[in-house]
């Protein structure tokens, strides 16, 4: 969407795995921006070059990549400071309540699965907080009702957020919420094991990042619009007039 001698702002598609790892050397964000960007290699680190926050495989939307160290530094040090605005939009499995809030909760890794995250409470001996602080503020945008895949009788609730993330934890977003009983709809890993709507992957769009240019201090926001397979579901859900 955007580049300059410092950095790239590019809309990553969903699918698309952000850096190489086990499973995925080839065909990852960071490769495609290798070819783009040749100078970028060692940038930030060998294997993440220019990456300085990164958006899980199945989310589409906005993500940053520096072209220079001294560029790196700068982003590093914006995303550190949590100066850089982040903004999602995600479809929340029910009808959520209040229509706006702020959910803090800290996270770390699950203690018996290694490759999710969890809400962890205070250690019961010390009551010490466990894990990392982890801040996500939403806002109620529209409010959906659907039949259920496999259930044609079962009509289900769903919620549209913008969602503004205060700090950058793994899976934050899907943590929480699904810790809140409001899973992001499609997302099998927190929430339900089975397709619930005819969605590919989980609904949530990294839609709206602001930041200060490293070389000038201009600060730059950059918006990505909802991609074609999160518009179109939308538009198959009818709008809950309930007001329940």
Same mark, same amino acid.
């Given at each position: ?20 790892? !086990? ?97 962890? !409470? !205070? ?101 990505? !619009? ?19």
């Amino acid at each position: 969407l955007y580049e300059d001698n410092d950095l790239l702002i590019i809309n990553k598609a969903a699918g698309m795995v952000v850096h190489p790892a !086990p499973g995925h050397a080839s065909g990852t964000l960071v490769n495609a921006v290798l070819h783009h960007c040749p100078e970028l290699e060692g940038v930030g680190g060998e294997r993440r070059p220019g990456i300085v926050h990164r958006l899980d495989r199945d989310t589409s939307g906005l993500i940053v990549v520096a072209k220079n160290d001294r560029a790196h530094r700068s982003l590093q040090t914006q995303f550190a400071n949590r100066t850089v605005y982040k903004e999602y939009l995600a479809l929340i499995e029910g009808k959520l309540r209040p229509e706006s809030g702020r959910i803090t909760a800290a996270l770390g890794r699950h203690p018996t699965d290694r490759k999710r995250q969890a809400v962890l !409470p !205070p250690d019961p001996l010390t009551g010490l907080q466990r894990g990392r602080d982890a801040v996500t503020e939403y806002h109620t945008v529209g409010r959906y009702v659907a039949p259920v895949i496999g259930a044609s009788t079962n009509v289900a609730a769903f919620t549209l957020v913008k969602v503004i993330l205060h700090t950058g934890r793994t899976h934050q977003i899907r943590v929480h919420f699904a810790w809140l009983k409001h899973p992001v709809a499609g997302d099998t890993v927190y929430g339900y094991r089975k397709a619930r709507l005819s969605l590919q992957r989980q609904f949530l769009h990294a839609h709206r990042l602001r930041l200060r240019l490293p070389s000038t201090g201009e600060e730059r926001e950059f918006v990505a !619009p909802l991609p074609d397979d999160l518009t179109q579901l939308l538009a198959s859900l009818d709008t809950d007039s309930s007001g329940a």
